[in-house]
């Protein structure tokens, strides 16, 4: 059974940090791309940073220098840092897995993967 688990979602203050986390099971996850993602309400949603199987990592324009996302595959986890945080940063988080078939992974191939619920951060 296949399942993408995120935690760490609260109200944060402008300016500070938190760390999310998701847990997978249910597959190889070390072979696995793995993202983060966000919506805003009223927002489509984004590409947050993503990390290949091999840990070459991609990030946003609007995140970079501030968040870094990280892969444990002996723990089937995947995290996101954040530090620094603004309001435009509020947003419901989904972590994602996509198979790692080229060693490259461009958003567009984790639409046909799996996701996570989703967590809330809220940032004020």
């Known amino acids: 059974h296949v399942q993408l688990v995120e935690s760490g979602g609260t109200s944060v203050r402008t300016g500070g940090s938190l760390s999310l986390s998701c847990v997978a099971s249910g597959f190889t996850y070390a072979k696995y791309c793995g993202g983060w993602f966000r919506q805003a309400p009223g927002k489509d949603r984004e590409m947050v940073a993503t990390?290949?199987?091999?840990?070459?990592?991609t990030y946003a324009d609007s995140v970079m220098g501030r968040f870094t996302i990280s892969k444990d595959n002996d723990k089937y986890t995947l995290f996101l840092q954040m530090t620094a945080l603004a309001d435009e940063d509020t947003a419901m988080y989904y972590c994602?897995?996509?198979?790692?078939?080229?060693?490259?992974?461009?958003?567009?191939?984790?639409?046909?993967?799996?996701w996570g619920q989703g967590t809330q951060v809220t940032v004020s």
């Open positions: 990390v290949t199987s091999n840990g070459h990592t």
């Open positions: 994602a897995a996509a198979y790692d078939l080229y060693m490259a992974c461009p958003p567009r191939v984790f639409e046909a993967g799996y």
